[in-house]
């Protein structure tokens, strides 16, 4: 899978203190943990699609906005958590795709994937949804995932946003794409 560049860190991200949990062979990122510098607070999970070369060190232009964003909108935030539907690390969403057809939905979802975002979800006082549409992947096979991400979203029961500016009710706006003064609408569950 190809990995895309990577950028700096947002400046409000304490980056000694950034932690990832990989599994042991990196090829699935299951979450991304961001700690603001000089904030206490409870933590923010932003729900992605898939990770790709955002890791301790460096970020992406999706996790980097994403952390700008939370940064200036939850001024009470300690920092934000990127989840992701699929673990597999990968930048195109098409390539994402090709690897799900080939080695099947468990493989591109990653073995600890539903666990790691069930405890997130429990350590986060809210959640951005913001993983976007299918772009290159099969859209039945992501729409059955993201029905069962609602599930586990439902039984977390955490305070559920999304961008309000663009996208579906099935297919919330994705976080690369942010502007900083879009703003967020509660999303109501079943």
Not at 30 to 56: C, H, Q, W
Not at 81 to 90: K, M, V
Not at 128 to 154: F, N, Q, S, T
């Amino acid at each position: 899978m190809r990995i895309g560049r990577t950028v700096q860190h947002a400046p409000a991200v304490d980056a000694t203190r950034i932690t990832a949990l990989f599994s042991p062979c990196r090829t699935w990122r299951y979450r991304l943990t961001l700690p603001f510098s000089g904030r206490a607070g409870d933590m923010i999970a932003v729900f992605l699609k898939n990770p790709s070369s955002a890791n301790e060190i460096a970020a992406d232009k999706t996790v980097r906005t994403a952390s700008e964003y939370v940064w200036r909108k939850f001024p009470q935030a300690g920092g934000l958590h990127i989840l992701n539907l699929y673990a597999l690390r990968g930048t195109d969403s098409k390539e994402v795709g090709g690897v799900l057809r080939q080695r099947g939905e468990s493989y591109v979802i990653g073995p600890q994937n539903d666990a790691t975002i069930r405890e997130t979800l429990g350590a986060s006082s809210a959640v951005i949804v913001a993983w976007g549409g299918h772009a290159g992947i099969p859209p039945a096979l992501y729409d059955k995932r993201v029905a069962r991400c609602l599930e586990i979203l439902c039984e977390n029961q955490p305070a559920i946003w999304r961008n309000g500016r663009k996208g579906s009710d099935k297919y919330p706006f994705h976080a690369c794409y942010w502007a900083y003064d879009d703003r967020l609408t509660p999303v109501q569950m079943p």
